[in-house]
């Protein structure tokens, strides 16, 4: 089992560029979650896919941040434009189910540095 | 109501030592508390978990202490290695009907050879 696949490892970009970022979560596994973590704030869940459905969107921080999950083994987090304050690692993570059966399973992340 | 705090911030420990990471909430509605590792580069981990039944969860040199009146949990790391040195997140849930973790804001510990 390869664990949860987030890329790019390292993103640099300009300030109002497009930037994705992708994740293929754990086969099997059907929830999916995004996570943002600063020093400032700590760990904070952006957004949650149940059965590739977002369930719940209320942690994303406006309008320049969107997701998808178009499928079972894919998901995309988009920030359009960005900006230096998106500057975090943000990690993707899965789990089989509850995640207070199973626990999350994390991506490694992707450090994003908006300059 | 929703916060989790977690202190220390950071934690250095000699090699054998004991470690000490406190954190305390407020909701009386969490019922399920992990703890998380995260070494540099990498996502956190799930390292061990307790529910509000029992007062003390241990799992090899990981311990968690549970006070369900004081709303308080600990990890306790006993014979502290160096490979132990990473960062450190609890977090408390609702066992059911929720997927969320509120987590603390992380203890940096480094364990001295």
């Known amino acids: 089992d390869a664990g949860v696949i987030q890329s790019p490892r390292h993103e640099v970009t300009e300030m109002g560029q497009e930037v994705t970022l992708r994740c293929k979560p754990i086969?099997?596994?059907?929830?999916l979650f995004w996570y943002r973590q600063t020093m400032m704030r700590g760990l904070e869940l952006l957004i949650y896919?149940?059965?590739?459905?977002?369930?719940?969107d209320s942690g994303m921080p406006e309008d320049r941040f969107s997701a998808k999950m178009p499928n079972a083994s894919f998901s995309t987090l988009k920030i359009q434009p960005s900006e230096p304050r998106d500057s975090a690692v943000y990690f993707c993570?899965?789990?089989?189910?509850?995640?207070?059966?199973?626990?999350?399973?994390f991506g490694s992340g992707t450090r994003l540095t908006v300059v | 109501q929703q916060q989790v705090k977690q202190s220390p911030q950071s934690l250095i420990v000699q090699k054998g030592g004991i470690s000490i990471i406190n954190c305390a909430y407020e909701n009386t509605a969490f019922d399920y508390f992990p703890w998380y590792q995260q070494f540099p580069g990498k996502g956190p981990a799930l390292l061990i978990a307790i529910r509000p039944d029992v007062s003390e969860k241990k799992e090899g040199r990981f311990t968690i202490s549970f006070n369900k009146s004081a709303k308080q949990f600990s990890l306790h790391i006993m014979d502290s290695q160096p490979g132990d040195s990473a960062t450190y997140f609890c977090a408390a849930s609702k066992a059911s009907g929720t997927y969320k973790y509120i987590f603390g804001t992380g203890t940096r510990l480094k364990v001295l050879a």
């Open positions: 993570a899965s789990s089989p189910g509850q995640p207070t059966n199973y626990g999350y399973t």
């Open positions: 086969s099997g596994h059907n929830s």
């Open positions: 896919f149940n059965n590739n459905v977002p369930i719940d």
